[in-house]
């Protein structure tokens, strides 16, 4: 299989699995699955990657500008280029990372890090010496005065290990692996063949955010029997219509620890966390530390203040704005040119922020296709954060959750965090690919992402008077603050001729919204809100009508996504709510307006943040 983008975003294995399936080999004696195949690349997302390795596939970046539907190809693996038919080789690459032959000869990477650990124990037992038909791996060493990155960093704790940099192979400890409900069940058949009793993980959560809304009888019994399963093994399971599993997991997590999920928009706002497929997921779950090729990290820098009306997510959508201006992304996806791809973005310049909203800035990395990304925060935002989430774990206990010996053990390391709180801060001579310097005072209007790709980045005043049918607010981007000032838009306007969606991303959003009115504000405009989960930003349960277009706060905008060929913009909550009152992207005057008058006389209670250990009365029945 060759394309120029290959697997952007996607965290699930079914994806690889339909491939390989087309292109692989039957595994003898296993049913339903295959193996190796070959899938080549300009650039391939960093989960599609790992899942292909992990399948027992060939994955291989390269130039593919000179292939063509048809081509037969032939792969040199001594030289390390393809050739065409008329023997002229059109390609060549590089073997990554360097255990990646080793991985394909064992069925996938998997495999090869089990039957390693089996060779080293049986060897040590027959009195051999240690095994030498394995490729043996070289740490990269720092250069005089070279320093580290804050991802370098958390990565080299995880490890255990000193000086982790980019190329370096590890077992890192994985302190927080999520699962949830559309890949559930594909992880729970992967922890069968693990012969996984209980999970070595310190926690491991699984969800049901992706199909609560609209279950199928299928479904219906899926909620119960997977929380069974997980919980069966100290797991801790949600239930549905608790919410979407990111804004949940990241109330679980400990600061400068890593983790990783089965969905692509696993991007913790504090610490790091490499998303997965399925399998590997599995295997982080079962025995608590995931196989890991220390990636780049590119630096965005942020400086100066946000003007009036500019929102985080018209930061997220100025990072590749700014970018492409750079010359570091292009648009075009022949030839595309991404410095983000495979790479750790490390953003900094925006201490104060509260967890809450780092997390719109870490989710976004995903739309980049980076492999992970971090924000510098302050410890006193990071320690409220964790005050907060105490509260809620402890809630949870009250009310029922299992297993609960795991969330009293996640409390408990919380709270040894809190006793000294401290975070890891990158070295001012760490190397990265490149460093990008955003002046925030130079985002003047709100940059949006247009029909139908994230990286499409332009100014509102490039898009304004585009004809708006539908807006949906809702999916792991948004918090409470952004329902609250949909509302304060929404509140006197009257029933409108949009069609507007709302889902708030956790139950605890719905319940406050409604203790504080917003929900009869909704009301009054017609609004349709859905139970908390992923609802259109998934696609798989309701969806936009055929060939509307919308502007949503959801993580993505690919074809097909949100409904059958509907154009969809990516902006702001403020923006969203402001295009619903006149049925088309407003002009920038328009929209500053509407927020000079009804969200900056507000913004102190607008943008209000849960703290629950300040709550009276909290409950999760």
């Known amino acids: 299989f060759v394309a120029d983008v290959v697997g952007t975003g996607s965290s699930r294995k079914s994806a690889t699995n339909s491939l390989l399936w087309h292109i692989g080999e039957d595994i003898p004696f296993v049913p339903n699955k295959r ?21 027992g596939g060939l994955p291989l970046v390269c130039d593919v500008a000179k292939v063509k539907t048809g081509d037969i190809l032939s ?6 280029t393809i050739t065409n038919e008329a023997g002229e080789v059109i390609a060549s690459f590089e073997f990554q990372p360097a255990t990646i ?36 791996l070289e740490r990269p060493t720092p250069e005089p005065g070279q320093g580290y990155s804050l991802a370098q960093k958390i990565v080299e704790k995880a490890c255990g290990l000193e000086g982790i940099l980019p190329g370096a192979a590890c077992d890192a400890k994985m302190t927080t692996v999520g699962s949830q409900d559309t890949t559930g069940p594909m992880t729970a058949d992967e922890l069968k063949e693990l012969a996984c009793t209980e999970f070595q993980a310190d926690l491991f959560m699984q969800s049901f955010c992706h199909t609560a809304a609209y279950p199928k009888p299928a479904d219906v019994k899926m909620h119960k029997s997977l929380a069974e399963f997980i919980t069966e093994r100290k797991g801790v399971a949600l239930k549905p219509g608790d919410g979407i599993i990111h804004s949940w997991m990241n109330r679980f997590l400990v600061p400068d620890t890593l983790g990783t999920a089965g969905d692509s928009h696993t991007r913790f706002p504090i610490g790091l966390s490499f998303p ?34 500019i929102t985080l997510r018209d930061v997220v959508n100025a990072i590749p704005y700014f970018a492409i201006q750079e010359g570091l992304v ?47 925060l302050s410890p006193e935002s990071v320690s409220k954060y964790l005050r907060s989430n105490i509260a809620l774990m402890e809630r949870m206990i009250k009310d029922g959750y299992q297993n609960a010996n795991t969330l009293q053990r996640r409390i408990e390391a919380c709270q040894g965090w809190l006793e000294k709180p401290a975070l890891l801060r990158r070295d001012d001579n760490a190397k990265y690919t490149a460093v990008l310097e955003i002046n925030l005072a130079n985002i003047r209007e709100p940059i949006v992402a247009c029909p139908n790709d994230p990286d499409d980045v332009r100014l509102l005043s490039d898009v304004s008077g585009d004809k708006i049918d539908e807006i949906f607010i ?13 509302g304060k838009i929404f509140e006197g306007k009257g029933y409108l001729n949009t069609r507007i969606w709302l889902t708030p991303p956790t139950k605890m959003d719905r319940d406050q919204l409604m203790k504080e009115g917003y929900y009869s504000i909704y009301s009054s405009v017609g609004a349709r809100t859905e ?10 349960q309701a969806r936009v009508r055929p060939g509307v277009t919308i502007i949503s706060t959801s993580t993505r905008n690919f074809d097909n996504r949100l409904g059958d060929k509907a154009r969809v913009y990516l902006g702001s909550a403020e923006l969203a709510a402001a295009a619903a009152l006149s049925g088309k ?6 929209y500053f307006s509407v927020f000079k008058e009804k969200i900056l006389p507000h913004e102190d209670e607008v943008y209000r943040y849960h703290q629950f250990d300040a709550m009276e009365n909290l409950s999760l029945k």
């Open 35 to 55: 193996k190796e195949g070959v899938v080549i690349g300009s650039l391939i997302a960093p989960i599609f990657f790992n899942t292909v390795e992990d399948s």
């Open 75 to 80: 792969i040199d693996t001594k030289f390390q």
């Open 101 to 136: 032959k080793d991985e394909y000869r064992a069925g996938g990477r998997l495999s090869l890090i089990i039957g390693r650990s089996l060779t080293a124990k049986a060897r040590k037992a027959l009195g051999k010496n240690e095994a030498d038909f394995f490729t043996i």
């Open 531 to 540: 139970i908390p989960g992923c609802s259109l930003c998934m696609g798989n």
């Open 474 to 486: 809702g999916s792991c981007m948004t918090n409470i603050g952004h329902f609250r000032a949909a």
């Open 330 to 376: 292009t648009v075009v996806k022949e030839g595309k040119k991404n410095i983000f791809n495979g790479r750790i973005i490390e953003m900094e310049g925006l201490p104060n922020l509260e967890v809450e909203q780092a997390f719109e800035l870490t989710n976004a990395t995903a739309e980049r296709s980076a492999a992970g990304g971090t924000v510098a």
């Open 276 to 309: 997965a497929g399925s399998g590997l997921v599995a295997f982080a779950g079962a025995l608590g530390f995931m196989p890991l090729d220390m990636p780049d990290s590119v630096l965005v820098k942020f400086k100066g203040e946000l003007n009036p009306g």
């Open 585 to 590: 992207l407003p002009n920038p005057e328009e």
